[in-house]
């Protein structure tokens, strides 16, 4: 009995989630051409052709850009809420009735042996969800693409034994940055990103409550505004802050926007 998950893809460019049990294989968002969704399972000695669902957070290019060759080419169901679906059907490609299903916000679906639950964030999106992954007494939560994170997401997200979570943006490359001005106030807002030290003051709260080992994979990082050495050492050093040591029971990881994590066991 074992829930493991590699993040196969994650930044601005685009953006990919592989998750199993011994019975069930999903993958949240296909944000890569189909040609780079499967460079990445291969590279990780996985089959696509052996999912069972593909989970879509929103309808941003860099989390749908495969879905619609993806499904159609392993007649993969796709789950999303309606609001979802109403803004990125026609961005789809033709998909059969059979490979469309809703799965509405603050809603718990169970597949297979795995309960899946979604919880709404805070974006520039139709309506943008992430997921709670839980198997066998372990559980997974994923949170990216929010402009912050309420108490209600802390709460939803939290006593997880691995997290996959937004460090999107450090604030003066932001502010220093090349972006224009609506586009760094659209990231600044609350439905934009978090920031690597608001994402780890958020991570901090959770861990007040989560009286177990953990470990945290920083997600989403920003290509133009953020590096990983950045996003890593801000983090730990205001986990540190709050009384969190990096070591045996915290762990943080890095993703990339090419390169799969290691398929690890929760």
Do not use: C
């Not at 450090?170 to 972006?179: A, E, I, Q, T």
Request: aromatic content about 8%.
């Amino acid at each position: 009995m074992s829930l493991r998950f590699s993040v196969l893809a994650s930044g601005s460019t685009g953006n990919a989630i592989y998750v199993e049990t011994d019975n069930q294989r999903v993958l949240i968002d296909a944000g890569l051409s189909g040609k780079k969704m499967e460079a990445l399972f291969e590279k990780n000695d996985l089959d696509p052709s052996s999912l069972d669902a593909l989970f879509i957070t929103h309808e941003h290019s860099d989390h749908i850009k495969g879905a619609g060759i993806f499904a159609r080419r392993y007649q993969l169901p796709i789950y999303a809420n309606a609001k979802t679906w109403n803004a990125m059907d026609s961005m789809l490609g033709k998909l059969t009735p059979d490979q469309k299903f809703h799965f509405e916000v603050e809603d718990t679906k169970v597949f297979g042996d795995m309960d899946v639950q979604s919880f709404g964030v805070s974006h520039d999106a139709a309506e943008p969800m992430f997921f709670t992954f839980a198997h066998g007494g372990r559980k997974l939560s994923v949170i990216t693409d929010t402009g912050y994170v309420s108490e209600r997401m802390k709460g939803i997200v939290g006593e997880a034994d691995a997290y996959v979570f937004e460090s999107n943006h450090d604030m003066n490359m932001l502010r220093m940055g090349r972006y224009p001005w609506s586009v760094k106030r659209r990231i600044l807002s609350d439905l934009g990103h978090v920031s690597n030290e608001d994402a780890a003051h958020a991570m901090a709260d959770i861990l007040d409550t989560n009286n177990k080992p953990t470990s945290i994979y920083l997600a989403h990082l920003s290509k133009d505004n953020n590096m990983k050495d950045l996003a890593r050492m801000t983090v730990k050093q205001t986990l540190e802050e709050r009384g969190y040591q990096e070591g045996k029971s915290l762990k943080l990881y890095d993703t990339d926007p090419d390169r799969p994590t290691a398929l690890t066991t929760v």
